[in-house]
């Protein structure tokens, strides 16, 4: 890529993600980890740090972590222990964090994405390590008026964080946007996390830095790391602003990775720049050393194993299957596997009743899901049943009902919780016999000359302006039968002439 | 005298004395103790008489009475009780009340027994002379010019002076049984991880122990027996079933016991004449009563001192973090700003440099030094390879002996002051006792004599992991073979 008609540059790009695992309980303690509730009620002695208070591991995080790490093919250490990270912050009650220095849960993994610069190729992006700690709480400064308070919310203390750390393999913004998507869509997918960004159930930091090729010589610029994010819009944004920033600020000083260490910066989003948080950052000493309150973990390898099989199909895998299956497009295959397991599910029952994946995967993503946004509900609370969904569309497929009045028919099943029969015979459609369509048909040439004109003429469309009337004097019509009919009659009317 | 909980147990069954009375008795001793041996540092009348009340209402009414019911027992001021003050003697927690009870405090709730206060110790349990407390010192009831031991210097001078039959310390490098020793008393570590250290306000983690000083083993027994066991609020406790403590305590008989006799160590500089032939005439009774003796040695004790005294700073300096006026502790009251730092790290420093005591501050700083990076490997990491290596010791020799025989400590009790402003001196005092805190394995003091002064000296058993009832079986038959644990001061 070459910026500003300046010097060829890579952008170089590495991720810091923070996942919340979805538990029901902080990492330990048994403290509720739901978001929203008022200030300071899910605390107790544990998590708060109280003297003499002790941590006791929460086995559901090391599952939820050993899935997280499978999901993105890391390797599983036969053993993980704790560490104590500390340093003196005002939302840490104990003056240290729980986490984990040199045996992570997860190490050496990857991802793959689909290259946003060419469709064809997919980018294997690697994954250093993912390692659980407890977060921290939540600081609020109020300097309203003058004042200059903090009060700060301890209810996030404790809360399980898987931390996600990429390689500094991504070269874009798009392709920092599709690291996240993915890993998104398999942390949802198995149940992992939320990853809420609004929540902060999903945190990033982007550690970014050029490198510009000036005559064959690469000089790279000072690592930024630009923290806590929370859309991936904003991710793309910042990093489009680093890299003209460090572009011209490099022809400006010349200032290389050499010259300066590592800086911290904050993302502004209504101003659409980067501003600088920590000047110098100081090479933090964490005085990292094994948490004495906490035994090492052994994992054993039939855990392991067991969790990879209850895995199940991951999201790539799975789009694969469903384009060559059901015969559905990549976009298709890929919007309904971003709606996670229990969409995936109902599309495939559906389909396999319908037989026809096209037209199941069309109506799931537009009626089924447009109901869904509607009322705010999951799959789970939709009044169809997918094998009813099925059984509509294998009518629609098989010309007994039209595309119009089968969404009527869908929309009274979604009413009334009832089935394709009674909504059919609620809606009073039946079939309308050939015999019937004919003498319609007939009815309404006669009444529109100027249709034949017009039809052999060469307008074919003019027939169009009969379809409505069709349906007006008869909405069981299928427009389908009635265009045939209507188009054969006339071609036989012409041919007679 | 009221200085035997099973004696006191007794009187209750036989309906000669009422738990109130006991408890009556108790205080009235410690209010008499406290001017001259300051061993409390909180001691609540009307809560003690009302928990004394409940055991005679429950005995009355013919419920079922745990095991130490109407026993007036005495908390190391470490152990977090939620009906009192818990300040591990530093002006840091000085206002501090749990909203919880430490789980050894639950415990001892569930067994009835009357807990009367709060013992004085070193600060956050960091001292060999509890003259570290920011209560003031605890005199030793022998000689009121001595120190009692540290850091559980309140709890074991509470049981010399006639106060309580039981009292709970703890034992991060041999807290227990040092002020055991220099008290007259017997004092046991428990196997880490033996007794919950739930409640207990962490000094190193990885080393604490809670344990029981009484005057005799069938009391020390008893006490453990009510202790000890799995707590799932603990991860390193251990979820093993525990022994019958109390059933070995009527053997006089030790044949088929080897046990193993530290000689080398006892001839260090530093280590008195009086401590060496205890020692010697102790293992001169094993002898006699059926154990055989054998000479056995534990390589690395030379660097069972500076590795204690790299982990359990290293340890310290994390545990106190939280400490810092904001969380947790003392908040300083001087809000003159400084430019450099911002009022927030001005605040911790200041709150910090007045909350803890000077022995407190050396530890965190070295702690701080021995973790910091470029160090941690030099120091941190370097004491844990030792630590492996003086577990592989213990589990050498103990696949020679079943006991260790040894001192507890290279002198008895040594006058207040004089070493306070040595360090080193000070730190010598855990010579012979750390090694059982970094092996894990627990260990017992015992009474073994008197120096020419008249000053308790003592010696100390130690059992491979788990092996607390072999501790209590040999000591048992030493104190029935012998009468140093029935000497009173006077």
Same mark, same amino acid.
């Given at each position: 890529?070459?910026?500003?008609?300046?010097?060829?540059?890579?952008?170089?790009?590495?991720?810091?993600?923070?996942?919340?695992?979805?538990?029901?309980?902080?990492?330990?303690?048994?403290?509720?980890?739901?978001?929203?509730?008022?200030?300071?009620?899910?605390?107790?002695?544990?998590?708060?740090?109280?003297?003499?208070?002790?941590?006791?591991?929460?086995?559901?995080?090391?599952?939820?972590?050993?899935?997280?790490?499978?999901?993105?093919?890391?390797?599983?250490?036969?053993?993980?222990?704790?560490?104590?990270?500390?340093?003196?912050?005002?939302?840490?009650?104990?003056?240290?964090?729980?986490?984990?220095?040199?045996?992570?849960?997860?190490?050496?993994?990857?991802?793959?994405?689909?290259?946003?610069?060419?469709?064809?190729?997919?980018?294997?992006?690697?994954?250093?390590?993912?390692?659980?700690?407890?977060?921290?709480?939540?600081?609020?400064?109020?300097?309203?008026?003058?004042?200059?308070?903090?009060?700060?919310?301890?209810?996030?203390?404790?809360?399980?964080?898987?931390?996600?750390?990429?390689?500094?393999?991504?070269?874009?913004?798009?392709?920092?946007?599709?690291?996240?998507?993915?890993?998104?869509?398999?942390?949802?997918?198995?149940?992992?996390?939320?990853?809420?960004?609004?929540?902060?159930?999903?945190?990033?930091?982007?550690?970014?830095?050029?490198?510009?090729?000036?005559?064959?010589?690469?000089?790279?610029?000072?690592?930024?790391?630009?923290?806590?994010?929370?859309?991936?819009?904003?991710?793309?944004?910042?990093?489009?602003?680093?890299?003209?920033?460090?572009?011209?600020?490099?022809?400006?000083?010349?200032?290389?990775?050499?010259?300066?260490?590592?800086?911290?910066?904050?993302?502004?989003?209504?101003?659409?720049?980067?501003?600088?948080?920590?000047?110098?950052?100081?090479?933090?000493?964490?005085?990292?050393?094994?948490?004495?309150?906490?035994?090492?973990?052994?994992?054993?390898?039939?855990?392991?194993?067991?969790?990879?099989?209850?895995?199940?199909?991951?999201?790539?895998?799975?789009?694969?299957?469903?384009?060559?299956?059901?015969?559905?497009?990549?976009?298709?295959?890929?919007?309904?596997?971003?709606?996670?397991?229990?969409?995936?599910?109902?599309?495939?029952?559906?389909?396999?009743?319908?037989?026809?994946?096209?037209?199941?995967?069309?109506?799931?993503?537009?009626?089924?899901?447009?109901?869904?946004?509607?009322?705010?509900?999951?799959?789970?609370?939709?009044?169809?049943?997918?094998?009813?969904?099925?059984?509509?569309?294998?009518?629609?497929?098989?010309?007994?009902?039209?595309?119009?009045?089968?969404?009527?028919?869908? #929309?009274?099943?979604?009413?009334?919780?009832?089935?394709?029969?009674?909504?059919?015979?609620?809606?009073?459609?039946?079939?309308?016999?050939?015999?019937?369509?004919?003498?319609?048909?007939?009815?309404?040439?006669?009444?529109?000359?100027?249709?034949?004109?017009?039809?052999?003429?060469?307008?074919?469309?003019?027939?169009?302006?009969?379809?409505?009337?069709?349906?007006?004097?008869?909405?069981? #019509?299928?427009?389908?039968?009635?265009?045939?009919?209507?188009?054969?009659?006339?071609?036989?009317?012409?041919?007679? #002439? | 005298?009221?200085?035997?909980?099973?004696?006191?147990?007794?009187?209750?069954?036989?309906?000669?004395?009422?738990?109130?009375?006991?408890?009556?008795?108790?205080?009235?001793?410690?209010?008499?103790?406290?001017?001259?041996?300051?061993?409390?540092?909180?001691?609540?009348?009307?809560?003690?008489?009302?928990?004394?009340?409940?055991?005679?209402?429950?005995?009355?009414?013919?419920?079922?009475?745990?095991?130490?019911?109407?026993?007036?027992?005495?908390?190391?001021?470490?152990?977090?009780?939620?009906?009192?003050?818990?300040?591990?003697?530093?002006?840091?927690?000085?206002?501090?009340?749990?909203?919880?009870?430490?789980?050894?405090?639950?415990?001892?709730?569930?067994?009835?027994?009357?807990?009367?206060?709060?013992?004085?110790?070193?600060?956050?349990?960091?001292?060999?002379?509890?003259?570290?407390?920011?209560?003031?010192?605890?005199?030793?009831?022998?000689?009121?010019?001595?120190?009692?031991?540290?850091?559980?210097?309140?709890?074991?001078?509470?049981?010399?002076?006639?106060?309580?039959?039981?009292?709970?310390?703890?034992?991060?490098?041999?807290?227990?049984?040092?002020?055991?020793?220099?008290?007259?008393?017997?004092?046991?570590?428990?196997?880490?991880?033996?007794?919950?250290?739930?409640?207990?306000?962490?000094?190193?983690?990885?080393?604490?122990?809670?344990?029981?000083?009484?005057?005799?083993?069938?009391?020390?027994?008893?006490?453990?027996?009510?202790?000890?066991?799995?707590?799932?609020?603990?991860?390193?406790?251990?979820?093993?079933?525990?022994?019958?403590?109390?059933?070995?305590?009527?053997?006089?008989?030790?044949?088929?016991?080897?046990?193993?006799?530290?000689?080398?160590?006892?001839?260090?500089?530093?280590?008195?004449?009086?401590?060496?032939?205890?020692?010697?005439?102790?293992?001169?009774?094993?002898?006699?009563?059926?154990?055989?003796?054998?000479?056995?040695?534990?390589?690395?004790?030379?660097?069972?001192?500076?590795?204690?005294?790299?982990?359990?700073?290293?340890?310290?300096?994390?545990?106190?973090?939280?400490?810092?006026?904001?969380?947790?502790?003392?908040?300083?009251?001087?809000?003159?700003?400084?430019?450099?730092?911002?009022?927030?790290?001005?605040?911790?420093?200041?709150?910090?440099?007045?909350?803890?005591?000077?022995?407190?501050?050396?530890?965190?700083?070295?702690?701080?030094?021995?973790?910091?990076?470029?160090?941690?490997?030099?120091?941190?990491?370097?004491?844990?390879?030792?630590?492996?290596?003086?577990?592989?010791?213990?589990?050498?020799?103990?696949?020679?002996?079943?006991?260790?025989?040894?001192?507890?400590?290279?002198?008895?009790?040594?006058?207040?002051?004089?070493?306070?402003?040595?360090?080193?001196?000070?730190?010598?005092?855990?010579?012979?006792?750390?090694?059982?805190?970094?092996?894990?394995?627990?260990?017992?003091?015992?009474?073994?004599?008197?120096?020419?002064?008249?000053?308790?000296?003592?010696?100390?058993?130690?059992?491979?992991?788990?092996?607390?009832?072999?501790?209590?079986?040999?000591?048992?038959?030493?104190?029935?073979?012998?009468?140093?644990?029935?000497?009173?001061?006077?």
């Amino acid at each position: 890529m070459t910026l500003n008609n300046g010097y060829p540059t890579t952008t170089v790009i590495g991720l810091e993600v923070h996942v919340q695992l979805k538990t029901d309980t902080k990492l330990f303690c048994g403290c509720s980890t739901e978001f929203g509730a008022p200030p300071n009620t899910q605390v107790c002695p544990v998590c708060l740090g109280f003297p003499g208070a002790l941590p006791v591991m929460n086995d559901a995080a090391i599952e939820l972590s050993i899935r997280a790490g499978l999901a993105i093919d890391c390797s599983i250490p036969p053993m993980t222990k704790w560490d104590r990270k500390q340093y003196f912050y005002p939302d840490s009650p104990k003056g240290y964090q729980i986490s984990q220095f040199d045996l992570p849960i997860c190490a050496d993994g990857f991802l793959e994405i689909p290259d946003p610069a060419n469709p064809d190729r997919t980018r294997r992006l690697g994954i250093i390590r993912a390692h659980l700690e407890e977060d921290a709480g939540k600081s609020m400064h109020d300097e309203a008026a003058g004042r200059s308070d903090t009060r700060i919310d301890l209810n996030r203390c404790g809360t399980p964080l898987l931390e996600i750390v990429s390689q500094p393999d991504m070269r874009s913004s798009a392709e920092a946007k599709a690291y996240l998507l993915e890993l998104k869509l398999r942390m949802t997918h198995l149940g992992i996390s939320d990853c809420e960004m609004q929540q902060g159930s999903l945190r990033v930091d982007a550690n970014v830095n050029l490198h510009i090729d000036v005559d064959g010589k690469k000089i790279a610029t000072p690592i930024v790391e630009v923290k806590n994010m929370n859309s991936f819009r904003a991710v793309e944004r910042a990093i489009e602003y680093e890299i003209d920033r460090q572009y011209d600020l490099w022809e400006e000083t010349g200032k290389t990775i050499d010259d300066e260490s590592k800086t911290t910066r904050g993302w502004d989003d209504g101003a659409g720049t980067t501003f600088l948080q920590r000047e110098k950052e100081e090479s933090a000493d964490y005085r990292y050393f094994p948490d004495p309150d906490l035994l090492p973990i052994r994992l054993p390898i039939e855990r392991i194993e067991a969790a990879k099989a209850s895995l199940g199909e991951l999201p790539g895998a799975l789009r694969t299957r469903l384009e060559s299956q059901y015969g559905i497009k990549p976009y298709d295959a890929d919007v309904i596997v971003n709606q996670g397991p229990e969409l995936i599910a109902y599309f495939e029952e559906a389909a396999s009743v319908s037989g026809d994946g096209k037209r199941t995967s069309a109506w799931i993503q537009q009626d089924v899901m447009r109901t869904m946004k509607d009322r705010g509900i999951g799959i789970g609370d939709f009044p169809v049943a997918a094998g009813l969904l099925g059984g509509l569309l294998k009518r629609v497929a098989g010309g007994e009902l039209d595309t119009a009045r089968a969404r009527d028919v869908l #929309a009274h099943m979604v009413e009334n919780g009832t089935s394709v029969d009674a909504a059919v015979s609620a809606l009073g459609i039946e079939s309308v016999d050939g015999g019937e369509l004919e003498s319609l048909c007939k009815e309404l040439l006669a009444a529109n000359p100027q249709v034949a004109e017009d039809f052999n003429a060469g307008k074919q469309q003019a027939v169009g302006s009969l379809i409505g009337q069709a349906k007006k004097k008869n909405p069981n #019509a299928n427009p389908q039968q009635v265009r045939e009919t209507l188009i054969r009659m006339l071609q036989e009317s012409a041919g007679n #002439a | 005298m009221l200085d035997s909980a099973l004696e006191i147990l007794r009187l209750q069954s036989a309906g000669e004395a009422t738990a109130v009375e006991i408890a009556g008795a108790a205080l009235d001793a410690i209010e008499a103790s406290q001017p001259t041996i300051n061993a409390f540092t909180h001691v609540d009348r009307e809560t003690a008489l009302a928990a004394a009340a409940v055991v005679d209402a429950k005995r009355a009414a013919g419920g079922k009475l745990g095991s130490l019911a109407g026993v007036p027992v005495a908390v190391k001021d470490v152990l977090c009780t939620r009906d009192m003050p818990t300040t591990c003697s530093s002006k840091m927690l000085k206002d501090f009340r749990p909203p919880y009870d430490a789980g050894v405090v639950e415990r001892l709730r569930a067994a009835d027994a009357v807990i009367v206060g709060k013992t004085n110790m070193d600060e956050f349990a960091m001292g060999a002379s509890t003259e570290s407390s920011a209560f003031g010192v605890t005199r030793n009831p022998w000689d009121t010019t001595r120190i009692p031991g540290g850091s559980s210097g309140g709890a074991a001078a509470c049981v010399a002076a006639g106060t309580v039959p039981l009292s709970l310390g703890t034992d991060t490098g041999g807290s227990i049984r040092q002020p055991a020793a220099m008290c007259g008393v017997t004092g046991l570590k428990p196997t880490y991880g033996r007794v919950s250290r739930y409640g207990l306000i962490a000094f190193a983690s990885s080393l604490d122990q809670v344990g029981p000083i009484a005057w005799s083993v069938p009391d020390v027994a008893l006490m453990l027996q009510a202790i000890a066991g799995y707590d799932h609020r603990d991860s390193t406790s251990l979820n093993i079933d525990i022994s019958h403590y109390t059933d070995v305590l009527s053997s006089s008989d030790l044949r088929g016991l080897k046990i193993g006799i530290l000689r080398d160590s006892m001839d260090r500089d530093g280590v008195e004449d009086s401590v060496r032939k205890a020692t010697m005439d102790a293992a001169g009774v094993f002898e006699s009563i059926g154990a055989e003796i054998v000479e056995i040695d534990l390589p690395h004790t030379d660097y069972w001192v500076p590795t204690y005294y790299v982990i359990a700073p290293s340890e310290a300096s994390s545990n106190l973090s939280r400490y810092d006026g904001a969380h947790y502790g003392h908040r300083s009251t001087d809000s003159s700003n400084s430019d450099k730092l911002g009022p927030l790290v001005t605040s911790y420093c200041r709150s910090r440099a007045e909350g803890f005591g000077d022995e407190v501050k050396r530890r965190i700083m070295v702690g701080t030094y021995a973790l910091s990076e470029g160090y941690a490997d030099q120091y941190y990491s370097q004491a844990l390879k030792v630590r492996r290596l003086i577990k592989g010791d213990y589990d050498a020799a103990f696949s020679q002996v079943d006991l260790l025989l040894g001192p507890v400590t290279p002198t008895p009790a040594f006058p207040l002051g004089s070493k306070i402003d040595d360090p080193i001196q000070m730190y010598l005092c855990d010579l012979f006792t750390v090694g059982a805190n970094l092996a894990g394995v627990p260990a017992i003091s015992l009474p073994a004599g008197v120096d020419a002064s008249g000053l308790p000296v003592a010696i100390q058993l130690q059992a491979p992991v788990l092996e607390e009832s072999r501790l209590l079986f040999a000591g048992a038959a030493f104190q029935t073979a012998t009468d140093h644990h029935k000497r009173r001061p006077k």
